[in-house]
């Protein structure tokens, strides 16, 4: 059974850059089938599509995202990464990551970081 | 690209029907049949429910349905049970114009009565 869960600090203070990482287990993460990405959640509020990397490398940002955000993988580790660069109270979230071919089928259980001095 | 427009709330009694539906716009829910849905219960991440517009991945019951018409792609919840009451995101392609990736809708909370 694939699963995949999120790691990185809670806490992120205002103006530095957010770093969490996605550990996939029960599969490989260079499937040539799946992309693999991060979506976020702001408390109480609706899904942001934040970007994608195919295991190649190769990636895609949401383009109002896209000149803080840097997404790679490891897959020596079976990992991917996420970097959020200049964060604000804006970007307090929780932060999931998924498998997807299309839409994305496997999620982790997601990670809420706070943004706050 | 902006967020595809869902009703806030939606509710029935068990056993009754539900349907919500999910806006978009040619660039996105009417250009492509790549509309999907999840279900997200409190704290819990969001389940796939329906993709490619109407197609159920194993393991949903049949009770939920997909469709769509133009622009406007719509769930449907059929003989609603207690543990349907959750949170509905639908979700579409945006187009690799766009940055190839997949926007949300703004979510519907159900109600069971």
């Known amino acids: 059974q694939l699963q995949l869960q999120e790691s990185g600090p809670g806490l992120v203070k205002p103006s530095e850059t957010l770093s969490l990482t996605c550990t996939v287990s029960?599969?490989?993460?260079?499937?040539?089938?799946?992309?693999w990405g991060w979506i976020r959640q702001p408390p109480g509020k609706g899904l942001e599509w934040i970007g994608s990397?195919?295991?190649?490398?190769?990636?895609y940002y949401n383009p109002s995202l896209k000149s803080r955000v840097t997404i790679s993988v490891d897959t020596s580790k079976n990992q991917f990464s996420l970097k959020l660069s200049s964060v604000t109270a804006a970007d307090t979230a929780v932060y999931y990551c998924?498998?997807?071919?299309?839409?994305?089928?496997?999620w982790g259980q997601g990670t809420l970081v706070t943004v706050s001095s | 690209q902006s967020a595809l427009t869902q009703p806030p709330s939606a509710s029935g009694s068990p056993g009754q029907s539900v349907t919500i539906s999910c806006t978009g716009t040619?660039?996105?829910?009417?250009?492509?049949?790549?509309v999907s849905w999840y279900q997200q219960h409190p704290g819990k991440a969001p389940k796939l429910m329906i993709y490619?517009?109407?197609k159920r991945p194993s393991g949903v019951p049949d009770r939920f349905s997909g469709s769509k018409s133009g622009n406007t792609a719509s769930l449907t919840v059929s003989g609603l049970q207690a543990e349907d009451e959750a949170d509905y995101y639908c979700?579409?392609?945006?187009?690799?114009?766009?940055?190839?990736?997949?926007?949300f809708g703004t979510g519907t909370k159900v109600t069971v009565l």
């Open positions: 998924a498998r997807h071919t299309g839409p994305p089928d496997y």
């Open positions: 029960g599969g490989s993460i260079s499937s040539s089938s799946y992309y």
């Open positions: 990397i195919y295991y190649s490398g190769s990636t």
């Open positions: 490619e517009v109407s």
């Open positions: 979700s579409s392609y945006a187009g690799s114009n766009n940055f190839g990736g997949y926007v």
């Open positions: 040619s660039s996105d829910v009417g250009g492509y049949n790549y």
